[in-house]
């Protein structure tokens, strides 16, 4: 696919294009000086820099993490790593805020494009689209920037000067900057990918959608009844020209992660990380561990199954898994690599409210007998990919009789989503060659991991980043996003139409007869008196569930502390109000020595 694709590069990234038609080439700059942007290739480098660094940030360790954890979704895996941003017990500026300089720099960057831009010698469309997607950017940025730590420097001027000053400008300010530039984007910016801006990169809709969830945020914040409305309407005028947008829904939701699928038609907007190593952060077969610009996104839910799939597994007395026996699987790409960074939330609540309860299951993917959107996002069944031979006599073997696993025919691992009597070695009474782990048994070693991102492109190299793009927006959060903005409006049954288009895609399955289909999304359709807020978030987790939204989710709605107490017993002791905004970073605070001190966020 040709599009604007960049690399490392030293400082503000500039890049000289060598036809609308071709991969944009490298010219790294070590500064960036006004004259710069005074021509076609200057402006375009600036924003292709942009793109580049937004790449740095999705699909990388610390970022994924900031917008994951601490959530009702996931709790830590068994290589967490510091327990910190999952507990907020401990977080501060010191260790929190991997975005904030690379954001701040990158609006300096559109600022420079903005200013000098006005004047390139360029057909007058071609500059308007140029400049329009300068406009999304520093939306998108300052989008971010406000909903996680509120209160930024807000700034439009190109700096070239170096400054020790800086202050922080209210958020009201910054939503009508966000705003502005979003409309004028939308208005400028054309109904489907054009050249040089190919891919998925910011279009018409994208920038309409982006602008509804700005209205619906700073609804939220303000309680006005206008900007809900505003919100819904943008959503409304999406989906009424999804054919000339090219937009639609995949018939199946499991066809959303379908890797051929990527820039497809659900697909709206995504931080591109090529398929050319060439303009990629890695070298092939250097199994890469994390840093600029890598895609891990595939493996930071995936637990180590390698190395957690003895054959002779059992359950103790005290009712936990117990690793034993030679390991019924190794690593590959189709299941990819093991990092066990966080895992969902099968915690099973035996006291309070939701005793008897867990997340995952009994409250964001219910219904799974109906809806396919449980078995389309995680792996509960590992197929050998090695052969193990069992006696009769290890340690361990409780079934009672020798055999081998036949590659690529028998289950290795089964995850139900049900208690299963005689679990792990039987199935109630007959012996299963290879483990039966249920709910019961998922700990912070084994769990269903997350399957949506998962790269078998990798081949022999399954060490290696994904050259997967992060998918940012699917068309399907239009129509939540509109929803959420009718039921904040007053207008539920608008709201539960809206829904009722996902949940009704959701219930289709290639393997059902016409029929069952049918009785199953007349089973998922859901009526007005439905929608609650809770209901909503429920939704969202089973349709975005590790899609870098959930903490905005979370804190957008004013819910975080009371779902992160009601459902996450890892951070429910430490989760705060203040903890709605996140630390500014430190490093943030002791560079500003001239002036006003800069402020940290209460509570840190």
């Not at 903005?114 to 469309?125: N, V």
Request: glycine content about 8%; some cysteine.
């Amino acid at each position: 696919m040709k599009a604007i694709k960049v690399g490392a590069v030293l400082g503000l990234t500039a890049i000289l294009s060598t036809g609308c038609e071709k991969i944009l080439q490298e010219n790294p700059q070590s500064q960036i000086v006004p004259s710069y942007f005074n021509s076609p290739a200057g402006v375009l480098g600036g924003i292709a820099g942009v793109y580049n660094d937004i790449r740095g940030q999705w699909g990388t360790e610390g970022f994924t993490v900031e917008m994951q954890a601490g959530t009702d979704e996931f709790l830590q895996g068994a290589s967490a790593g510091t327990p910190i941003p999952y507990t907020y017990n401990g977080l501060n500026g010191s260790n929190f805020g991997s975005a904030w300089g690379v954001a701040f720099q990158d609006i300096n960057t559109i600022n420079g494009v903005l200013k000098y831009g006005q004047t390139i010698d360029l057909p007058e469309a071609t500059r308007k689209q140029y400049l329009a997607q300068a406009k999304f950017l520093r939306g998108f940025w300052y989008f971010y920037l406000v909903q996680t730590w509120g209160d930024v420097p807000l700034h439009t001027e190109f700096i070239t000067t170096p400054s020790q000053a800086a202050s922080r400008q209210p958020v009201a300010q910054v939503y009508e900057l966000i705003i502005k530039d979003l409309t004028e984007a939308a208005a400028d910016l054309p109904n489907t990918p054009t050249a040089p801006f190919l891919g998925k990169a910011a279009t018409k809709p994208v920038a309409q959608l982006l602008l509804a969830k700005a209205y619906l945020t700073r609804g939220w914040l303000n309680n006005t009844a206008s900007d809900f409305t505003q919100a819904a309407t943008i959503c409304d005028n999406i989906i009424a020209n999804k054919g000339t947008y090219g937009l639609d829904l995949w018939q199946d939701y499991g066809d959303a992660f379908v890797p051929a699928n990527d820039y497809g038609k659900e697909t709206m907007f995504v931080s591109d990380h090529v398929l050319d190593p060439k303009f990629g952060y890695y070298v092939v077969g250097a199994a890469a561990g994390g840093g600029a610009a890598q895609n891990l996104s595939p493996w930071f839910t995936n637990w180590n199954y390698p190395n957690n799939s003895g054959i002779n597994s059992y359950k103790s007395t005290a009712g936990a898994y117990v690793n034993s026996g030679t390991s019924l699987m190794i690593r590959d790409s189709q299941y990819g690599r093991p990092y066990v960074r966080m895992r969902p939330n099968s915690y099973q609540w035996t006291t309070g409210a939701n005793a008897g309860k867990n997340y995952f299951l009994d409250q964001a993917f219910t219904k799974r007998d109906v809806d396919s959107r449980f078995m389309s996002s995680f792996y509960t069944v590992y197929i050998a990919n090695t052969a193990v031979t069992n006696s009769a006599t290890a340690a361990n073997n409780k079934r009672g009789i020798s055999y081998t696993t036949v590659v690529g025919a028998d289950t290795a691992v089964w995850l139900p989503d049900f208690e299963v009597a005689g679990a792990p070695q039987f199935v109630g009474t007959r012996p299963f060659k290879g483990l039966v782990v249920p709910p019961s048994l998922w700990d912070n070693g084994i769990f269903p991991a997350l399957k949506k991102f998962m790269d078998p492109s990798r081949g022999a190299n399954f060490n290696d980043p994904s050259t997967r793009p992060c998918v940012l927006y699917r068309f399907s959060d239009v129509y939540m996003t509109g929803a959420e903005a009718y039921f904040k409006a007053g207008d539920a049954t608008k709201a539960a139409a809206l829904i009722n288009v996902v949940r009704q895609r959701a219930a289709y399955r290639k393997t059902n007869t016409a029929a069952q289909n049918s009785a199953a999304a007349t089973a998922m359709t859901i009526t007005a008196a439905d929608v609650t807020l809770d209901f909503i978030l429920d939704e969202r987790s089973r349709e975005f569930f590790g899609e870098w939204q959930r903490w905005h989710d979370l804190v957008r709605t004013r819910s975080l502390v009371r779902r992160v107490k009601a459902w996450n017993p890892e951070a429910a002791p430490y989760v705060q109000d203040f903890n709605m905004l996140r630390p500014i970073p430190q490093s943030q605070i002791d560079r500003v020595v001239e002036g006003p001190a800069f402020t940290q966020n209460p509570g840190y």
